[in-house]
């Protein structure tokens, strides 16, 4: 297999979507794809046993993409092996009427990891400033003072967007969070396929929406926003890794890589040392619990 390499991967200056291949194989069967990726899994839950016993981070994980990208099933893959109590998923869908009442990363902020587990966005705050920007209409819902009609919608109120963002996740990193964002970059043939799929498979017609046409029909528009997302605040703390999404399984096994990798460079995550005390008794301990045979 090829060997992944994680800063081909990780957006460090400006990129261009149409540049970057939506398409990797690494080398390899899907069999043999599936099969390296049991085992970085398994070593991704046990770093999270570890990161729960430290107790000092949380670590927060961003899933972007079009429709069809994979959102959900590399989701439901990379994480199998992961203590159900250490990993909480977050599926962002329209704001509700209580949600719309607070600033917009309001749920999101509500929704973070506590230390010692993994949060994933399923969709994320990014949401607003990709379908909000794609459809700016429904930035007016928001209530926002001096915004009444989408003229009142400027460059100017985008670059604040961009900046809270950053201010947000500058914020959760200087206190402990962990950041990764991860955009799938599926191609449009691609996701012209999976719909084509939904629709020819009884059992996957639910997951069709008229909906998903006109979104795909508004493609270049999302890209374009995509683009200026990624690039405008893509840092450090938080960087963004542009993931080619057209081979399932080589996506997932290129997120977990990243993942595991890139934690396993924290070294101050470790298990607690044991109390001097009761490191000195354990063989006492031992004892007592054996002889109740």
Not at 95 to 109: A, M
Not at 209 to 231: F, H, M, T, V
Not at 254 to 264: P, Y
């Amino acid at each position: 297999m090829k060997k992944i390499k994680i800063a081909s991967y990780k957006v460090v200056s400006d990129i261009k979507l149409e540049d970057l291949s939506t398409s990797e194989n690494l080398d390899s069967t899907d069999r043999e794809l599936k099969k390296d990726l049991e085992k970085l899994r398994e070593d991704l839950g046990d770093f999270q046993n570890t990161l729960y016993a430290h107790g000092k981070y949380a670590v927060l994980i961003c899933f972007q993409g079009m429709d069809t990208s994979g959102k959900d099933s590399l989701i439901r893959e990379v994480f199998k092996d992961c203590n159900v109590r250490g990993v909480v998923v977050h599926s962002f869908k329209v704001p509700t009427e209580l949600e719309l009442d607070h600033d917009y990363i309001w749920r999101h902020y509500i929704a973070l990891p506590p230390k010692g587990k993994f949060g994933v966005f399923n969709r994320t705050h990014y949401e607003n400033v990709l379908v909000t920007k794609v459809h700016p209409e429904y930035i007016l819902s928001e209530n926002i003072p001096n915004i009444n009609t989408v003229a009142d919608i400027n460059e100017s109120f985008w670059d604040k967007r961009y900046k809270q963002i950053n201010d947000f996740e500058r914020h959760i990193t200087e206190n402990g969070t962990l950041v990764f964002k991860f955009f799938l970059n599926i191609s449009k043939e691609e996701q012209r396929q999976r719909l084509l799929r939904r629709l020819r498979l009884q059992e996957k017609n639910w997951k069709f929406s008229p909906g998903d046409l006109k979104e795909r029909n508004l493609w270049d528009k999302y890209q374009q926003c995509y683009e200026e997302a990624i690039n405008r605040t893509s840092k450090t703390n938080a960087p963004w890794f542009v993931i080619p999404a057209d081979n399932k399984s080589a996506s997932r096994l290129i997120v977990a890589t990243i993942l595991l990798e890139s934690l396993k460079k924290y070294k101050d995550i470790k298990e607690p040392e044991l109390d001097d005390k009761i490191k000195a008794n354990i063989e006492t301990y031992k004892s007592q619990l054996e002889k109740e045979k």
